[in-house]
């Protein structure tokens, strides 16, 4: 389902996958757009919203009014990384993005973002775990411990060395870039964050990574014993499939070989 016509070539595409956030997504609605308004800078907000309690609905109440949003998603969970994905071919902008729907990291802090793509690079992402990097609210020591290993495993199994966190939900990337990254991306659960990273470093693009501000809610949506399953296995696959992806596959900024 995908409600809503966006503005002709604005400046920033930013995506919002959301799931269960009724509550919320009008507010983060109204921090982006007010955000993107006071710095004069034209913006798409792509709401990728899956779920039955309404949030693709009440997204599609604040889009029937302002032509800078657009509505998708499933009734059925399909996954962040699939949501995403699906988003990228709507989204005009000259630089896309996603943030989450909670604004675990503000979106105030996209305006470290602009200087790092004058800089050269092609995608920026967010980072917990830079020295720079604020903790306003941190996980509890669970989660935490949950992460370092992760960050154990998936480096691992994967690599990535020199990326400490892979999983802030706070990544920008050139039109261009964007488009082909996605193309190639095939995890719908959380490990498409590793997948992105994985096929850009193989591809030779350029990656910045921003210390950001962040603040956990306690609100994790994944399960410890299954979606940890899952996502070992989805390790596994990325690893898999990115010895298919070499260097001498990066296209130019007109998308040919």
């Known amino acids: 389902m995908t409600i809503g016509v966006p503005d002709a070539h604005p400046a920033v595409s930013v995506i919002v996958p959301a799931y269960n956030e009724v509550e ?3 507010a983060t609605i109204d921090e982006i757009r007010t955000y993107f308004d006071r710095r004069g800078t034209t913006c798409q907000i792509v709401i990728s919203a899956d779920g039955n309690d309404g949030t693709r609905e009440r997204a599609a109440e604040v889009a029937a009014s302002d032509g800078r949003i657009l509505v998708m998603g499933h009734r059925e969970r399909s996954g962040k990384g699939r949501g995403i994905r699906e988003a990228i071919p709507h989204c005009q902008g000259r630089l896309i993005g996603f943030v989450d729907a909670d604004q675990k990291t503000p979106i105030e802090e996209f305006d470290k973002v602009p200087p790092l793509f004058d800089a050269g690079h092609d995608l920026v992402i967010g980072s917990r775990a830079l020295r720079e990097s604020t903790i ?3 996980q509890n020591l669970l989660r935490r411990v949950g992460s370092r290993g992760f960050g154990y495993c998936m480096r691992a199994i994967v690599g990535l060395s020199g990326i400490p966190d892979t999983q802030c939900g706070f990544k920008f990337f050139r039109r261009e870039v964007a488009i082909d990254l996605f193309a190639r991306q095939q995890i719908d659960g959380y490990m498409f964050d590793v997948e992105i990273l994985s096929i850009a470093r193989r591809l030779g693009y350029r990656i910045a990574q921003l210390p950001v501000r962040w ?4 609100d994790s949506r994944l399960r410890l014993v ?5 996502n070992m296995t989805d390790l596994f696959k990325v690893r898999f499939r990115s010895r298919s992806i070499g260097r001498n596959e ?4 007109d998308g040919r070989r």
């Open 136 to 138: 306003e609210r941190p």
């Open 250 to 253: 990066r296209k130019d900024s």
């Open 24 to 26: 919320r997504i009008t």
């Open 226 to 230: 299954s979606g940890n399953v899952r």
């Open 215 to 218: 603040r956990d809610d306690g």
